[in-house]
């Protein structure tokens, strides 16, 4: 991930991940860590650039759903960035767990 102005957008190992997700089935789970609300995932998560990403596979490729989730380390909570309205969402550990498929 590279970030600024408080944005995140993808990188050359994000867009592989993405691809690698999509040729074996699987949804994509990215984690950011910071304490700053203002910290966001780009809309490159879900817009063209994924596109993008998305058409340089063969054709009927999985396309892979992308959650993003937040931990702001000082407090130790979790938040869900929801697309639609683009912003956090207050979340819990085993709510995200069970979202990304796993522990945190």
Known sequence: MKQTDGTVYFTDQ?????????RSGRDMGV??????????PS???????????MDALPP???RP???????????????IWDPWRERWTTSTADDVAQLLGGTV
Do not use: C, I
Request: no cysteine.
């Open 14 to 22: 994000l867009e592989a991940q993405a691809a690698g997700a999509a």
């Open 60 to 62: 009927g490729t999985h």
């Open 31 to 40: 984690v950011m860590v910071s304490d700053s609300a203002a910290a966001r």
């Open 65 to 79: 759903n992308v959650v993003v989730v937040r931990r702001a380390p000082t407090s130790g909570r979790w938040y």
């Open 43 to 53: 809309s490159e998560f879900w817009g063209g650039h994924k596109d993008d990403v």
